[in-house]
């Protein structure tokens, strides 16, 4: 693939295909296929793809098959997978996907069999959650563990959080837990309000152990609880862990080194929910079925891997998701999972897709003449519905939409479930084919009002099947995801591991720290400075 992607032969063929079919409306598509609901899917891994409400002929998925080959996605998909360092600008590996690889597999990186570390660390992991779990672990004043506190951010924060609501149907009652990210103080005093602290464990997640904000919550959590234990020190080794890779830093704030659990600088923040990472997960749903979900992880990764494209789920939905942002100019895509466990799905995808290939150069530090990185959001069915879902229907925005939904609900009453998948089916339905304007007067409908009622319709959707939430399925969809999004990036020809772009804000954060406390001159623009002066001023109004 030539530097300039829009140049390519793959690129202009795609060009003249859009160009002859970009305003053919779904229902004619429909029309002239009536066997296209059963053309357009894929299963694999216990889940099923339907992607026949997509703007797209029996052409389409060949040409974004011929521009993922030029890109070279096989290659890549292989370097990934044996431990090249395809993260170029750290120069390192990226394998997540050797967190979820079975006892006996081989990934070597710089010349030694990671796997392992992996099982040797969830096998410390799974000791450590029994003895919690069991009641067997005590805290400094011999009282069981019954809350646990994960203090952490971005990645270290959104996949414990997401699973821990995704599983919890599967999670142990008798504990409670809570997350703690945002370094705004109310974040930890809404946290830990109400909890016992002789019953409480902090897990400190922070791979150098000196990120600012997860470090601020972790000393307010050291002196609550040191403030109940009249200031004995020794209670923090029994009522925090950590998970990082700096034993010195984790030895000097106090947590016993034999209780940090290690990962590695080739597990990206956020692809590390099945690493150390996701310690708070398997306290709550036990280190068996942990293990269930590295499993569903593992399967979609060889699914992944193996399957060829026009039947690969990650593949596919990685090139309709080209196929939008870079012809029809499509900026956001909606993921709404019928499924209220999910409902932290779509903010733990914000951190995955957007930190991935939010990007403006190439690998090779070109910058790119095409749109990256789509903007991803969405809430739970039925619930969006009632709020956004009036702009997908009838805005002047074109939003893709990923609906997720399951044939049985871990909470079966009534007609509760038929009802739930009625209504993403409808949805589906509705954007795709809408409602024209002699369907409207045939409704009896007043002329003044036809405009109002018309539904455009051509609103492409992927819908996702699955037959019931459970650690497995979440690690599948995850790890489908994860997949999606290297593949956007291997064809943008951008880096989807490195996250530059967190950094200067950070860096200018601690330079203005000091400069709210204390009156110094001030180097800034104008409007920072103002900003810093009017701040002061309420501040020490305030008392």
């Known amino acids: 693939m030539p530097a300039d992607l829009t140049s390519s032969p793959q ?50 998925m060949p040409l974004l098959i011929d521009l993922a080959r030029a890109a070279g996605l096989e290659e890549r998909i292989e370097a990934m997978f044996t431990g090249q360092k395809i993260n170029v600008t750290e120069d390192r ?47 400094h004043r011999g009282k069981p563990i019954r809350n646990v506190v994960n203090i952490g951010i971005g990645g270290s924060d959104l996949g414990p959080v997401m699973a821990y609501e995704a599983l919890r149907h599967f999670s142990q009652r008798e504990l409670s837990f809570r997350f703690v990210s945002n370094v705004d103080a109310t974040d930890f005093a809404e946290a830990t309000e109400g909890l016992d602290p002789d019953e409480t464990l902090f897990i400190v997640a922070s791979k150098t152990f000196t990120t600012i904000e997860t470090m601020t919550n972790a000393g307010t959590a050291r002196q609550w609880l040191l403030r109940a234990v009249d200031g004995d020190t020794a209670a923090i080794a029994k009522h925090f862990v950590a998970l990082s890779t700096n034993a010195e830093k ?57 399957a060829d494209w026009d039947q ?60 990256t990185g789509l903007i991803y959001w969405g809430e739970p069915g039925t619930n969006g519905q009632h709020s956004f879902y009036q702009l997908i229907h ?47 007067r045939a409704e009896g409908t007043a002329e003044a009002l036809v405009p109002h009622r018309v539904f455009q319709g051509n609103r492409p959707s992927n819908t996702l099947f699955g037959e019931q939430l459970s650690p497995a399925m979440l690690g599948k969809l995850v790890a489908l995801y994860e997949h999606s999004v290297f593949v956007q990036s291997v064809i943008w020809q951008i880096d989807a591991f490195d996250q530059w772009g967190v950094e200067l804000g950070k860096v200018l954060a601690k330079n203005i720290i000091p400069e709210l406390q204390a009156d110094q001159p001030l180097q800034h623009d104008s409007s920072t400075n103002s900003l810093i002066r009017y701040y002061r001023q309420r501040r020490q109004a305030g008392g």
């Not at 229902?27 to 694999?44: H, K, M, V």
């Not at 010349?111 to 959650?129: R, T």
């Not at 789920?313 to 939008?324: D, E, G, K, N």
């Open 250 to 306: 984790v030895s000097e704030f106090g947590i016993d080194t034999a209780n940090m659990f290690e990962f590695w600088d080739w597990v990206g923040g956020r692809y590390s929910m099945d690493s150390a990472i996701g310690l708070s997960t398997m306290l709550a749903i036990g280190p068996d079925r942990f293990r269930e979900m590295l499993d569903g992880f593992h399967e979609m990764d060889q699914h992944f891997r193996t």
């Open 312 to 371: 690969n789920l990650p593949v596919l939905m990685a090139l309709l998701t080209v196929w939008y942002a870079n012809f029809f100019e499509v900026e956001t895509t909606a993921v709404l999972p019928y499924e209220q466990y999910l409902k932290r799905f779509p903010a733990y995808l914000q951190q995955l897709t957007m930190e991935s290939n939010g990007k403006y150069v190439t690998v090779d530090g070109q910058e790119v003449d095409y749109a």
């Open 93 to 139: 590996a990226v394998l997540h996907t050797a967190l979820r690889a079975p006892q006996g597999a081989s990934v070597v990186v710089d010349g030694e069999n990671v796997i392992p570390d992996v099982h040797a660390v969830l096998d410390k992991m799974a000791a450590f959650c029994q003895q919690v779990r069991s009641g067997q672990w005590k805290g």
């Open 11 to 60: 690129w202009k063929a795609l060009a003249e295909h859009f160009a002859e079919i970009r305003n053919v409306h779904l229902r004619e598509l429909f029309a002239e296929d009536p066997q296209r609901g059963e053309t357009f899917t894929a299963s694999a891994a216990g889940l099923f793809l339907d992607y026949s409400k997509n703007r797209i002929t029996s052409k389409t």
């Open 394 to 440: 009838q805005g002047t925005r074109l939003i893709p939409c990923d609906f997720i939904a399951f044939a049985r609900s871990l909470n079966p009453i009534g007609d509760h479930q038929d009802i739930l998948i009625a209504n993403v089916l409808a949805q589906s339905e509705a954007l795709a084919f809408g409602k024209t304007a002699d369907e409207v």
